[in-house]
């Protein structure tokens, strides 16, 4: 199972940016998916995760309204939009997958993890 984030890159404070993470997972409709985020000298935090069908979906208290996630389950891709971007949400994101609920990805137990990618949100 391979997760590929992009989307990222150099944006100015008040903008606004879709990540998407491709999965190459046959059975991708199956996995619950997440997002978490590493800003430099941070501990990596929880952004939002989706259940396997998109019907339910769970955030981060602290991000709740900038941060929508959303997924395609017939193009494997999960995706993050995010509004106002401010220099705090500079981090590398990951997208993470497991079978097993939305629960294990909210706790970053996820079996599966991307390579991350990097948004830089300059003031």
């Known amino acids: 199972v391979q997760l590929q984030a992009c989307g990222g890159g150099l944006v100015q404070a008040g903008d606004s940016l879709r990540l998407s993470c491709a999965a190459s997972?046959?059975?991708?409709?199956?996995?619950?998916m997440g997002w978490f985020r590493q800003g430099p000298g941070k501990e990596r935090e929880f952004v939002a995760a989706?259940?396997?069908?998109?019907?339910?979906?769970s955030y981060a208290d602290s991000l709740k309204g900038r941060f929508t996630i959303s997924r395609d389950n017939a193009k494997n891709t999960v995706y993050l939009h995010v509004d106002s971007l401010q220099p705090e949400d500079t981090a590398v994101y990951y997208c993470?997958?497991?079978?097993?609920?939305?629960?294990?990805?909210?706790?970053?137990?996820?079996?599966?993890w991307g390579q991350g990618t990097l948004v830089t949100v300059s003031s």
């Open positions: 993470t997958a497991d079978p097993r609920g939305t629960g294990i990805v909210i706790g970053g137990k996820s079996l599966y």
């Open positions: 997972i046959q059975t991708f409709m199956i996995y619950d």
């Open positions: 989706i259940s396997r069908n998109g019907g339910s979906t």
